[in-house]
């Protein structure tokens, strides 16, 4: 038995209908929920649902950490609630999961943006004292998103989503490596439902604004928790491409980015250590899609030097002990990271002057 969501409802005005979901998929007839709010938008989300949940009780969540969480679990904890509702970003679900869990009350996640496919994985990403750690947790038992909620996102955090799906094709080509070389178990179900999300992403010619895209978008994350829900592991999404966000993380706590650019950007960057035409095509359908999308595609786009990102490359493989990737395969010391680095910047400095050579070979030669 997989514990997948009984329900995923991704469309426009999915909010309205939240009263009924819960009913109709028997997690709570009567709406006593507790309901966990963010503190930019949670007040206007819960003057949406409270007319409709009128039994529900309504709590604010301060950041994403493990304190955050624990305070959570301690004010829900003995209200007689039938299930818990997460209702915002990233930072909002991964703590409401994490008290869930902790207090053992199923869990709805209703996404208001697109940043990260934390939206149905069995993973919570908090900060704690010492620094970021992801922590197992249940999969949440549903999960919606309203399209015209998302749409009101800032766009950087709904496109950040796109980052994260596009670097499953480098997560599941580590995981491949690891098997061949390691004997690593590989899930076959999660690969690919880990490679359809990113597929449909990389392929869809819709952007932020299209419903369509949206949706595709918002299906490939939940795809993606799925997927690691199947694999008991975040193996099929997380690679080198994380490994190299987690080290940002660490290095520049107070400068690290959206967590779907980094890994967006560490996804193309790992692409360019393999040495088979399919890891140099891998690399080119992912930076594409980056830059089709305007996420960042180098260190300078994230706001780190050259020299930053070294280092985070650098101290990538300490953030997973035990996972293999094609960081670990390659085994670099100091000098050869520095030297991967190099190539990198030639290989996009070179991308981006034969790009701009064909606009100006295409332009009218009045334009010239």
């Not at 010619?205 to 799925?226: H, Q």
Request: hydrophobic content about 45%; aromatic content about 4%; glycine content about 10%.
């Amino acid at each position: 038995m997989i514990p997948t969501p009984v329900v995923v409802d991704v469309r426009r005005g999915a909010i309205a209908d939240l009263a009924g979901l819960l009913a109709d998929q028997r997690i709570s007839a009567s709406g006593r929920v507790a309901i966990a709010v963010g503190p930019r938008s949670g007040e206007a989300l819960a003057a949406q649902v409270r007319p409709y949940l009128t039994e529900a009780d309504f709590f604010p969540v301060s950041d994403g950490t493990v304190d955050a969480a624990l305070d959570l679990a301690s004010r829900v904890r003995g209200g007689s609630y039938d299930a818990i509702v997460g209702i915002g970003g990233g930072k909002v679900l991964d703590a409401t999961k994490f008290a869930a869990a902790r207090i053992g009350l199923p869990m709805v996640a209703v996404a208001t943006n697109l940043a990260h496919d934390g939206i149905g994985s069995p993973v919570s990403i908090l900060d704690n004292d010492a620094g970021r750690g992801s922590y197992g947790v249940a999969a949440p038992l549903a999960v919606v998103v309203d399209l015209d909620v998302v749409r009101r996102a800032p766009a950087r955090s709904v496109r950040a989503g796109i980052g994260e799906v596009a670097s499953n094709l480098s997560a599941i080509a580590d995981w491949e490596l690891a098997h061949d070389v390691h004997g690593e178990p590989l899930d076959g179900l999660a690969v690919a439902l880990a490679r359809t999300a990113a597929e449909a992403v990389l392929h869809h010619p819709g952007t932020l604004t299209d419903d369509d895209f949206l949706r595709v978008l918002a299906e490939g994350l939940v795809l993606s928790g799925i997927a690691m829900v199947v694999a008991g592991s975040s193996r099929p999404c997380s690679g080198a491409c994380h490994e190299i966000s987690h080290a940002i993380d660490l290095l520049f706590p107070a400068r690290s980015g959206a967590h779907g650019e980094q890994v967006g950007v560490g996804a193309a960057f790992a692409s360019t250590l393999w040495d088979d035409p399919d890891g140099r095509a891998r690399g080119e359908l992912i930076t594409r899609c980056l830059v089709r999308h305007g996420l960042p595609v180098d260190p300078a786009g994230l706001g780190f030097t050259w020299e930053e990102f070294t280092a985070a490359v650098a101290r990538a493989p300490q953030t997973r002990p035990g996972r293999f990737t094609i960081l670990e395969h390659r085994d670099l010391d100091q000098a050869g990271v520095a030297a991967a680095v190099r190539e990198f910047a030639r290989q996009l400095r070179e991308s981006r002057e034969g790009e701009e050579s064909g606009r100006t070979h295409d332009r009218p030669a009045d334009d010239r």
